[in-house]
Structure formats: C-alpha cells, structure tokens
C-alpha cells in the first residue's frame, strides 16, 4: 500500500520551486503535461509508485496531490494558466488571497493571513487527506526569507502540528543569500529568525536549500555566468526529485518517509538536513530556451548534454564526489577540524550498480578515513539502490544524491543570527511588525525566537562533542521542552 504524501507549496518561492519538482516527476513516471501517461519504452513493466504523489482522476489523469498556496496571483496564475502543464493541478487545490495583496516581506503579517485563511487552507487540507488511503504525512515547500513564505508558512506547520499530530512533517526550505548585499529584503533576518524557530520546534525533517551554494555551484560547477532563477529551480527540483526515488522507486530499505529520515535524526532537533548531487546536470530547456520540456515524444527525454565535467562515473566515485564541499549545496565548510558527520545517506542510483561495488567503495573510503563522523554514534555511510526511470535516459551510468546531518549546521545559522543581532540591536524597521496584531503589545516574540535559534547552534556544537550523550536539553527556553515534536 502507498504512503501517500501531500506536497504544500507556499508563497512565491515555494510555488516556483514546486512547479519544477511535478515538471520532473512528470518526466520521471512518464505523465504528459496534460496528466495523461506515456508508454513505457520498449513495453517494459514499470514498477513504480506514482500513487504516492499523484492520484488518477475518473477519465484516468494523474494529478499531483499538491495545493497551491500564495497571498498574491503572480506566480501560481503563471503555473495554472500558461506554459503546457498549466491543465496538471487540480483547480480546487489552489488557493489565492482575495484581496492579492501579498505579506509585503512581512512575516507578520504572512502570519496574520495564515490565521484569517486557516478554515479555507485546512479544509483544502482536509480534503486531500481524506483521499488517500494511508496519508504518511507533508512536504511543505517554501522560503524564510520573504513574507508569506515564512509567515503563513510558519502558520501553517504550526496548524499540521495541531491537526495532524501523527503524521510527519518534512519541508524543502530555501535560505537567503548570507552576503548581506546581495539581499533584497531589508527585513530578511527577522523573517529567517522567526522561521527558524517554527522549523525547529514543528517540522520533522527539514531540506536546507542554501541560495549561495547554489548559486556557486551553477557558476562553477556548470559554468552558467549569470544563473537564473529557473535555471537554479531546476537544480533544486533534481534534489527533491532524487530525495524521493527511494519512495517513488521502492526497494528493500527507505521505501517510506519515515524509513528514510529516522535513521538520519538522532534527537528531535538537530534535524537540518544538508543534500549533495553528482554528476551535476541542468534541464536543456533552461540552457536553450527554444527546446520545450514537453518537445519530446512518447520515447525518452534526453536531459543536459552540458553538466559538471564528469566523464567516467563508478559507485567509488560518484560517493568519493557527495562528500565533497563543491557538490554539497549549503555554504558551510564541511571540513573544520572540529566540525563532523552525525549522519549521512547516499541514494546511488543506476541499473547496471552491484551491491559488491557499494561494499568495495564503502571498504575503501573507512580506510581512507574519507568522511569524519561524530565521536557518540556509529561511524558508517548508509546506502541505499535506486533505479532510474526508463523515461530519462541519463548520460551517465551511475549518479548519486547526499542526505546528511552534519554539525557545520552550526556554522551555516551562526551569521543569520549576526544580521539579526545587528539590525535588532538598534531596533531597525520593526514598523511594519508592530502593526501586526502579534507585535503590538511586545516584541518578545523576536526574543523567544532568537534564544530558540541560539539553543538550536549550541546543540550542533555539543554534538561534535563526545558528552554529548549527557546534553542538558533543559538549558535555554523551557519552551522548547515543552513545545518540541519529541
């Protein structure tokens, strides 16, 4: 039976991101853009599971079981009225604020809005929920940076908590550019703070997508000068596409969510996980703009022929690369002294890999002392097969994807709290925040926060250490005792 999974896409990020990520799954599994499938090639048998993020309708149309979130119309009207997967959603799914006016990079009042629309959201919620047989849990795909993203973002793993205490909650969470001026919200360290104690305290599982890494890796690694938007979407939607083969492509091992994410989460709240893909690829119709993604017939969609400049991959080296800083996509220095694995997860995917080549590789890298992990815990690499789709055919014959839990954490949240202290210090622009029905009495929602985030890198440091084992988890906000998903 399917563990279904139902995908949130929040504000104008969390959409762009998600439009990219049906495009890929689409492509995956074989559904047109118009939810219809393709044959399989060569009349194989495929053994997948769409039913886990996808539905059939009654005339027999795969339909994503994703809602549409956002406060104003821009982005989700491109996705449902223009290009060829405009007719894939579900109408019903999309929700759009009457009045469009967006959250204005206010996570205050993303958060107001959350509540005003909370009967509608949930309803929508309540709907898809009742459609599966066995709901496993949520993907909720957003921002921290902007206003509805982390507001009503925040809003609404707060109301997942409380509506579905049982059911897993992981998010694909996109972080700022740490230059500050690079940034183009002012505000973005209040909205990432204030976030990053609801990803703490109410989600299960949370993807790190780090805009800087990503933007270093498509420059230096793909060689693309000036990255678009699209084109670093399209590198994020590959991370969440292979994120989930294991539960699209089911094996022996980590067919579930819960499978996948227990053994990478030791205590509830060093849940930050940071992802690594080799070899890297890009869409080709993001590097030419004339090929549309749906130019191809019912044959197989051929991806990048320009990618990271790998010409020969095995399972030895395709794992040697994942632990490599240049394929990790969060901006952290993975290789201070101090700093190590807690620990980590390669999905290897290729149809020709023996499971005596992963044991080889794995021998060769404990004896290379490769990889660094914590001094409390086992120090193995958990590797998990995977098939490739028959609908893509890879120019590659092996490719792997990095889960990991990794103590750089620490280092990676450590400036955000600087520019936080540093605009809070002189109580910059909180305006537009005590305007909002939480902020007008007090701003102690800022201090809890902030302790929260502090409470949060200290844990990463403790746990380089080898005491760690007797962490006092009553120092700091007693509020996190109480609060946290234990």
């Not at 119309?73 to 759009?96: A, C, D, H, M, W």
Request: aromatic fraction near 8%.
């Amino acid at each position: 039976m399917p563990r279904e999974i139902i995908t949130l896409q929040v504000g104008q990020c969390g959409n762009q991101i998600g439009g990219e990520f049906w495009k890929q799954l689409c492509l995956e599994h074989g559904i047109q853009p118009d939810g219809l499938l393709r044959s399989s090639p060569d009349n194989t048998f495929l053994d997948d599971r769409k039913d886990v993020f996808f539905y059939q309708s009654d005339d027999g149309h795969y339909i994503p079981r994703s809602l549409l979130i956002d406060l104003e119309p821009r982005v989700v009207n491109k996705l449902t009225n223009q290009g060829p997967y405009r007719s894939l959603f579900n109408e019903e799914n999309i929700f759009i604020a009457q009045d469009g006016g967006g959250a204005g990079n206010n996570w205050a009042s993303g958060f107001r809005q959350g509540e005003q629309h909370h009967e509608q959201v949930l309803d929508m919620i309540d709907r898809e929920s009742d459609n599966s047989d066995s709901l496993e849990g949520f993907v909720l795909t957003h921002s921290i940076a902007g206003g509805t993203g982390s507001g009503m973002g925040s809003y609404l793993l707060e109301a997942l908590n409380d509506h579905f205490p049982k059911k897993l909650v992981q998010t694909y969470s996109v972080f700022p550019n740490n230059e500050t001026d690079t940034s183009d919200v002012v505000v973005q360290p209040y909205n990432s703070v204030l976030t990053l104690k609801r990803l703490t305290l109410n989600a299960d599982a949370v993807v790190v997508l780090d805009n800087t890494a990503l933007n270093q890796i498509a420059e230096q690694r793909l060689k693309i000068p000036n990255p678009t938007v699209d084109q670093l979407n399209s590198l994020v939607a590959t991370i969440m596409a292979a994120s989930t083969t294991t539960l699209r492509y089911p094996g022996y091992m980590n067919n579930d969510l819960i499978g996948l994410l227990a053994s990478l989460i030791p205590t509830p709240r060093c849940h930050f996980l940071m992802t690594g893909y080799t070899p890297l690829t890009l869409a080709d119709y993001y590097q030419d703009p004339g090929v549309a993604p749906d130019s191809t017939a019912a044959g197989s969609y051929k991806p990048a022929t320009t990618s990271s400049s790998v010409r020969k991959t095995t399972v030895l080296d395709v794992m040697r690369r994942l632990c490599q800083p240049d394929n990790i996509m969060v901006s952290a220095d993975t290789r201070k002294p101090s700093s190590c694995y807690i620990s980590m997860l390669n999905i290897i995917q290729g149809n020709d890999v023996e499971p005596t080549q992963i044991h080889k590789a794995l021998q060769r890298m404990r004896e290379r002392q490769t990889v660094k992990f914590i001094p409390w815990g086992p120090a193995s690499i958990q590797v998990a097969l995977a098939r490739k789709s028959p609908f893509v055919s890879n120019t590659n014959k092996v490719s792997g994807f990095m889960l990991a839990n990794h103590t750089c954490m620490a280092e990676f949240f450590s400036p955000l709290l600087n520019q936080y202290d540093r605009i809070r210090r002189r109580n910059a622009f909180l305006d537009n925040y005590r305007r909002e029905p939480m902020f007008q009495e007090n701003l102690d929602e800022f201090d809890s926060a902030r302790e929260t985030v502090q409470c949060l890198v200290d844990e990463y440091r403790a746990c380089e250490r080898i005491d760690y084992v007797d962490y006092d988890y009553d120092v700091g906000s007693s509020e996190q005792t109480d609060a946290g998903k234990q």
